[in-house]
DNA sequence: CCTCCCATCCTCCGAAAGGACGACTCCCGG
DNA sequence: CCGGGAGTCGTCCTTTCGGAGGATGGGAGG
């Protein structure tokens, strides 16, 4: 019997996986959380082998779904996570892995591709959507972007419409610094505008 | 008994609410539906009270959950539809209640909160969350912003972070044209700057 | 018919943005 | 201890953007 925490903020998405789940003899629902702190508390005392973990949570939350998975996969005996998610942003999926998911899997997927994965997670295997495996490909094969975080911090600003001159007086530097960080942040994105740096931060899952 | 229709592409969402509905002594799932056209075909043949309507489908669908919503409300006996999404943009909510639906809920609704907006939805009457119907509200006060359809494609290309130049190559038009629009567009939206519109038109839900 | 809105085009001009140098600290890792 | 990256600031220059202001034609509607 393959024992699976659910975790994930939507009620009636909790009660369809239980129903789902219901009707396979071999996986038991042995816990739901809500949060992410009731997820973490059910994997340590629950015993589970199997935490399908959804990334976002209601924004009260302090910790994120990401957060919860690397802190359960440092237990003791530590059960695996699968992550079951809305989206299929870059920048979740690269968290979710690195947080050490075994697998990411789409809300949107088909019954039977849920119920595999739970039995290859269980199973120690990794799962992975086709959608999603894909896209890491893709994102492996694109160099890695690094920001520093004081060019993510201008960026945000820019993405929310200031002009140079803005920024320069919100972050309290010359205006001059604004447009070095800038240009740093076009060579990095390879861009040549401020919109298409928001842009394609944007679809890297820099900015949400 | 208060027939239901659920209509939404996700498996797990629909076996969710069937769950719960099942709890219910007066609420009866009469049919499921995975894409608008389905939702039309039941609503059309299974005689719903009310149908519950996912606004976001998978993208191979012709239709939206909001078109679907107007041509159910359109029918003979036409069944009250109450839509059922994830997220609150005020473009989605305008939409919905624009198409004739009787209820707006998000997905992180509690259960008891969906239960009573299918009764009031069944019997007539409106069912808003509180998160959207305050939403709603403040929309009221906004001045409806009306781009063009024009506007809103040289909006899009500069979301994508195109210049003015690319823009008019794209558009077949001239580049005096397209400051044109955007001047129009800055104007509309009350802000000085591409970025700034885009920023601002992203949280109006006018750009994705 | 006349008016409003939309889409298209124009010029002139100032302001903002971006490129191309250089330069100074601070701090971290080899 | 030294190199290099990050963050800060500067100047000079070019390009792009946006504002002002106007013009044309076409379609919808009073």
Avoid: C, W
Wanted: hydrophobic share 45%; no cysteine.
């Amino acid at each position: 019997m393959i024992r699976v925490v659910i975790a994930d903020d939507h009620p009636i998405v909790r009660a369809g996986l239980k129903a789902l789940f219901s009707i396979e003899p071999d996986i038991e629902v042995v816990a739901e959380a809500a949060t992410p702190q009731e997820a973490l508390d059910a994997a340590e005392h629950e015993n589970p082998d199997v935490v399908l973990m959804d990334l976002q949570f209601g924004s009260g939350e302090t910790t994120t779904g990401a957060g919860a998975t690397r802190t359960i996969r440092a237990l003791d005996a530590a059960p695996y996570v699968l992550v079951l998610t809305n989206y299929d942003s870059d920048a979740d999926i690269l968290g979710a892995v690195e947080a050490g998911a075994s697998g990411y899997l789409l809300k949107d997927a088909p019954p039977h591709e849920l119920m595999n994965a739970v039995r290859a997670a269980a199973a120690g295997e990794s799962a992975l959507a086709p959608v999603i495996a894909s896209r890491l490909l893709d994102r492996m094969r694109e160099p890695r972007v690094n920001l520093s975080s004081r060019e993510i911090e201008v960026l945000e600003q820019v993405g929310a419409g200031r002009t140079n001159q803005e920024i320069a007086a919100g972050l309290f530097i010359s205006e001059t610094t604004v447009k070095s960080h800038l240009a740093h942040i076009f060579s990095k994105l390879d861009v040549a505008s401020r919109t298409a740096a928001v842009s394609v931060a944007r679809r890297k899952g820099i900015l949400r």
